[in-house]
């Protein structure tokens, strides 16, 4: 039986969980919410930065007054916190904001995009980003493993970014040397992230093509003394 992926990532009972990185975080932000409510959790999903509305399915509230979300959280239901809509894009709180939720909510589990990547699959943040939580207790810096083999400016966002931490050419083709070096990189997957902060790396869109070429790339983040672990998550289409 496939472990559950809360197991997979470690998550504990009680933690403030902030997704940065590119290739599918709004994907595990949702698929992890979802299943820690399904075991009965209180669950906070939200983001500090904006997505698209059309994503959010779940109940919102429009407010990040604790007394508000209070009564709107209900275990076995993730609730989503933003507050305002506008072209499309729901906007969060923002980072002091939302560890005032952690401290001061019943709940179980908060979760958070913190990061943008325009559905790319693999970043180097600008200066301004990633917008992470202070007392996120789990960072979860995500890659697609679909970015691996292709000529790299043609699967990342903020390409130039990229190129000034590690020299690399918007032709240069991928590898997974080069994608453990932005993810391992203090201006790449690990910028902004707080000093407690538990780092997990999560592999995403893997496949039979990918697969050899994603082992290689687990082998050197799971080495990685500042690296909890590295998991694979297949891929699967969308719906």
Same mark, same amino acid.
Request: no cysteine; hydrophobic share 45%; glycine share 8%.
């Given at each position: 039986m +496939?472990?559950? $992926?809360g /197991?997979? $990532?470690g998550i504990e009972?009680h933690?403030l969980i ?9 994907r595990?932000l949702?698929?992890?919410?979802r /299943?820690l409510?399904?075991?009965?959790g ?10 698209a ?5 779940e109940?919102t509230c429009?407010?990040d ?8 959280l209900?275990?076995? +239901?993730p609730?989503?916190?933003?507050? =305002?809509?506008?072209q499309?894009k729901?906007?969060?709180p923002g980072?002091?904001a939302?560890?005032?939720l952690?401290a @001061?909510? =019943?709940?179980?589990?908060?979760l958070? /995009?913190?990061d943008?990547?325009?559905s790319?699959? *693999?970043k ?6 990633p917008v992470?939580?202070h007392?996120?207790t +789990?960072? *979860?810096?995500v *890659?697609?493993?679909d970015a $691996? ?10 390409p130039?970014r990229?190129?000034?931490?590690t020299g690399?050419?918007r032709d240069?083709?991928?590898t997974a040397?080069d @994608?453990a070096r *932005?993810?391992l990189h203090p201006?790449?997957g690990f910028k902004?992230?707080p000093e ?9 869109k ?5 697969g050899?070429a994603?082992?290689h790339l687990?082998?050197?983040?799971n080495?990685?003394p500042g690296?909890?672990?590295?998991v694979?998550?297949a891929?699967?289409p969308?719906?």
């Open positions: +496939t472990a559950l $992926l /197991e997979r $990532l009972e933690e902030s997704l940065v990185g590119a290739g599918g975080k709004s595990i949702f698929m992890l919410g /299943e409510a399904s075991r009965g209180r669950v906070i999903l939200t983001t500090t930065t904006r997505m509305a059309a994503q959010v399915v109940p429009w407010s007054d604790p007394a508000d979300i209070a009564t709107a209900r275990p076995g +239901t609730l989503f916190v933003a507050i =305002s809509r506008a499309g729901v906007t969060g980072p002091d939302i560890d005032r952690y @001061a909510t =019943s709940a179980d589990h908060v958070v /995009e913190a943008g990547s325009r790319l699959s *693999i180097a943040p600008a200066p301004h980003e992470i939580p007392a996120s +789990t960072v *979860i810096v *890659i697609g493993a $691996l083999g292709k000529p790299m400016g043609s699967v990342a966002h903020r130039d990229i190129t000034a931490i690399l050419h240069d083709v991928l040397d @994608a *932005i993810l201006e790449g902004g992230i407690d902060a538990r780092v997990v790396i999560a592999v995403t893997v496949n039979q093509g990918n050899p994603v082992i687990t082998r050197i983040l080495a990685h690296v909890d672990r590295a694979t998550i891929y699967e969308a719906s």
